[in-house]
C-alpha cells in the first residue's frame, strides 16, 4: 500500500513522518516550497500538484485547513480524483463543516473511491508522534482494508460511523469542550498574574490536581515561559474550529455558552495576535489587567 499526504504544515509533516517511519512509500504535495523541501528531506516523494499525488498512492491524507480547499485539492484541476484508481481512498483528517463532508460524500459517490472522514485529535505532538486520536466514519469494510495506514499516525482510531459527516460531527463535540478548557486556563492564568502567584507554584498545583491535562499543562508551560509563537498550535486553526463547533449549535438549535466565550476570547487573541499559538490569547486578557505571568 503507497501513501500520500495533501498538505504538509505542522499536522501534515507528522502523518508523512510516521507513515514513512512505518514503511509506506508517501507522496506528497503542499503549496509552500519551504514544506516541500523539508518534506524531501524527510525522505519524502515530492509531487506537483494533488493528482499526482493520486497517481502514487492507494490511500491519500487531505490535511489541509478548511472545507474550500478540500474541495479544491479532490475535485479541482489537477485533483485528486483525476489521478486516483478505483477502490483507493481518501482520509478525511482536515476538520471541516460536518455538512462539507457530507457533501463530499455525496460527490464521490459512484467514483468508486472510498472517502474516511476522520479528523484527528492530538496536536501537533500527536501528530509528530504518530498518537493521534481519529475519529473515523466509514463502511465497516472500507476502515479495515485502510487501518495500516492509519494506525501509522494514530494510537486510537474510533470507529464512530459508517457515513461522512459523522466523523466531523463527533470532532466539531470535541472543539467545543477543548477550547472551553483553554479559554478557562487563560483566564486562571491571567488571574494568578494579577495576584502575584508565580507560574511555577500556578503549574504545579495545576499539573497534580484534578484539572490536570494535557491542555491545561501544555498551555500553562508555554504562557509562563512566553512561548507564544512556534510551538505548532496555530491559534487560526482552534479558532476556525470553534467556529465550526458554533454552526453546528446554531443548526441543531443547541446553546454552547462557554464554548461561546472561549470562540470570543479567540477571536480576540486571532485579531490581536494574527501569527500567535493558541496560548496568545492569555497576552490579551494580561494586557487587560495589567500583569503577566512568567515561571
Same mark, same amino acid.
Given at each position: 500500500? !503507497?501513501?500520500? @499526504? ?5 499536522? =501534515? ?16 504535495? *503542499?503549496?509552500?516550497?519551504? !514544506?516541500?523541501?523539508?518534506?524531501? $528531506?524527510?525522505?519524502? *516523494?515530492?509531487?506537483?500538484h494533488a493528482a499526482e499525488v493520486g497517481q502514487k498512492a492507494d490511500v491519500v491524507f487531505v490535511m489541509v ?7 479544491? @485539492? ?12 478505483? &477502490? ?17 460524500? %455525496? ?9 474516511? *472522514? ?8 500527536? $501528530?509528530?508522534? =504518530? ?15 485502510? !487501518?495500516?495506514?492509519? #494506525? ?12 461522512? =459527516? ?13 477550547? +472551553? ?6 483566564? $486562571?492564568?491571567?488571574? $494568578?498574574?494579577?495576584?502575584?502567584? +508565580? ?7 495545576? +499539573? ?12 500553562l508551560e508555554n504562557i509562563i515561559d512566553r512561548q507564544f509563537e512556534n510551538t505548532g498550535s496555530h491559534i ?12 453546528? &449549535?446554531?443548526?441543531?438549535? %443547541? ?25 496568545? %490569547?492569555?497576552?490579551?486578557?494580561? #494586557? ?8
Amino acid at each position: 500500500m !503507497r501513501a500520500g @499526504v495533501i498538505g504538509i504544515g505542522d499536522m =501534515g509533516s507528522g502523518l508523512a513522518k510516521n507513515l514513512m517511519k512505518n514503511g509506506f512509500e508517501t507522496a506528497g504535495w *503542499d503549496i509552500s516550497p519551504e !514544506r516541500m523541501k523539508a518534506f524531501i $528531506a524527510a525522505g519524502g *516523494d515530492a509531487c506537483a500538484h494533488a493528482a499526482e499525488v493520486g497517481q502514487k498512492a492507494d490511500v491519500v491524507f487531505v490535511m489541509v485547513m478548511n472545507g474550500d480547499q478540500v474541495n479544491e @485539492v479532490v475535485f479541482g484541476e489537477n485533483g485528486l480524483t483525476s489521478t486516483l484508481k478505483h &477502490g483507493s481512498a481518501i482520509v478525511l483528517s482536515a476538520t471541516i463543516k460536518p455538512s462539507e463532508a457530507q457533501a463530499l460524500g %455525496v460527490a464521490l459517490e459512484g467514483s468508486n473511491i472510498h472517502l474516511i *472522514d476522520s479528523p484527528v485529535s492530538g496536536g501537533f505532538p500527536g $501528530a509528530q508522534n =504518530g498518537t493521534l486520536t481519529m475519529m473515523a466514519s466509514a463502511p465497516d469494510s472500507v476502515l479495515n482494508e485502510f !487501518r495500516p495506514a492509519m #494506525e501509522a499516525v494514530s494510537s486510537n482510531i474510533h470507529h464512530v460511523g459508517t457515513q461522512a =459527516g459523522a466523523g466531523q460531527t463527533v470532532k466539531a463535540c470535541l472543539q467545543s469542550l477543548i477550547g +472551553s478548557i483553554f479559554s478557562a486556563t487563560f483566564e $486562571a492564568a491571567a488571574l $494568578a498574574a494579577k495576584a502575584g502567584v +508565580s507560574g511555577e507554584v500556578l503549574y504545579n498545583v495545576f +499539573s497534580t490536581s484534578s484539572a490536570g491535562s494535557v491542555i491545561t499543562n501544555t498551555s500553562l508551560e508555554n504562557i509562563i515561559d512566553r512561548q507564544f509563537e512556534n510551538t505548532g498550535s496555530h491559534i487560526s486553526t482552534m479558532h476556525k474550529d470553534l467556529t465550526i463547533s458554533m454552526a453546528l &449549535g446554531q443548526d441543531l438549535g %443547541v446553546p454552547l455558552h462557554t464554548a461561546a466565550a472561549a470562540m470570543q476570547l479567540f477571536h480576540a487573541g486571532k485579531s490581536k495576535y494574527p501569527n500567535g499559538d493558541n496560548w496568545v %490569547v492569555t497576552k490579551v486578557i494580561e #494586557e487587560i489587567v495589567g500583569a503577566e505571568l512568567h515561571r
